[in-house]
């Protein structure tokens, strides 16, 4: 499965253009959270806004990754989505999926896009389409999916991969993003609090000249 990712990640994970991009750390605060975006749900809310009592979940997503929708007999991570925005909403974990693909808006990533493919997978949480690569690039977010997840003082405790298992959810093995989430609610380190994060690489659209 990794290799067959990876194979795919080397194919669609370029950027349009060079970008120097900050890596945070473990224990860094959450960046831009007083940024308001458009909302699949409706109006414009920033990450303060959906971060609830025990933390936030931040999830850069689109839709049109393989590794997100599935490709070839591969399920894809979105269809994890709605089972953690439950689990999310039972921990008091705001859950956000944000798109920043902003190279993209016109072939499957625009807003009326993201609100169709929310409603058909019923994502859950909410939604926010990223105009101009904001957070991602408060971020470092580098491609979809990747994972930050945020404790209730919005302090970073875990980032990088959903899990193990792209292709099956049955397989998984390694559910990081669980773990990490379990571990955050006992007052306990995610172990590992960084993982790889595999996928297509967020199709930032070039820089006016």
Same mark, same amino acid.
């Given at each position: &499965?990794?290799?067959?990712?990876?194979?795919?990640?080397? +194919?669609?994970?370029?950027?349009? +253009?060079?970008?120097?991009?900050?890596?945070?750390?473990?224990?860094?605060?959450?960046?831009?959270?007083? %940024? @308001?975006?458009?909302? %699949?749900?409706?109006?414009?809310?920033?990450?303060?806004?959906?971060?609830?009592?025990?933390?936030?979940? %931040?999830?850069?997503?689109? =839709?049109?990754?393989?590794? %997100?929708? !599935?490709?070839? !007999?591969? /399920?894809?991570?979105?269809?994890?989505?709605?089972?953690?925005?439950?689990?999310?909403?039972?921990?008091?974990?705001?859950?956000?999926?944000? =798109?920043? =693909?902003?190279?993209?808006?016109? /072939?499957?990533?625009?807003?009326?896009? &993201?609100? *169709?493919?929310?409603?058909?997978? =019923?994502?859950?949480?909410?939604?926010?389409?990223?105009?101009?690569?904001?957070?991602?690039?408060?971020?470092?977010?580098?491609?979809?999916?990747?994972? +930050?997840?945020?404790?209730?003082?919005?302090?970073?405790?875990?980032?990088?991969?959903?899990?193990?298992?792209?292709?099956?959810?049955?397989?998984?093995? @390694?559910?990081?993003?669980?773990?990490?989430?379990?571990? &955050? &609610?006992?007052?306990?380190?995610? /172990?590992?609090?960084?993982? *790889?994060?595999? !996928?297509?690489?967020?199709? *930032?659209?070039?820089? /006016?000249?």
């Amino acid at each position: &499965m990794l290799l067959k990712a990876l194979t795919l990640a080397a +194919f669609t994970g370029t950027l349009f +253009f060079s970008l120097d991009l900050p890596d945070l750390g473990i224990g860094s605060p959450a960046p831009a959270v007083d %940024v @308001k975006l458009k909302d %699949v749900v409706g109006g414009e809310r920033s990450l303060k806004d959906i971060a609830s009592d025990n933390g936030l979940l %931040v999830i850069f997503s689109c =839709n049109t990754c393989p590794f %997100v929708i !599935g490709h070839d !007999g591969s /399920e894809g991570w979105q269809k994890r989505y709605p089972d953690l925005a439950k689990l999310c909403a039972t921990d008091k974990i705001g859950f956000v999926l944000v =798109n920043s =693909n902003d190279g993209k808006r016109d /072939e499957g990533d625009g807003y009326v896009d &993201m609100q *169709r493919q929310y409603k058909l997978q =019923n994502y859950g949480g909410h939604y926010l389409l990223d105009q101009g690569h904001v957070l991602a690039d408060a971020y470092g977010a580098r491609t979809t999916p990747h994972v +930050f997840l945020y404790n209730k003082d919005l302090k970073l405790v875990y980032k990088g991969a959903i899990d193990d298992n792209v292709d099956d959810s049955k397989a998984v093995t @390694k559910p990081y993003l669980r773990n990490a989430i379990a571990a &955050m &609610m006992q007052c306990q380190p995610a /172990e590992p609090a960084t993982t *790889r994060n595999i !996928g297509c690489g967020i199709k *930032r659209a070039a820089p /006016e000249q």
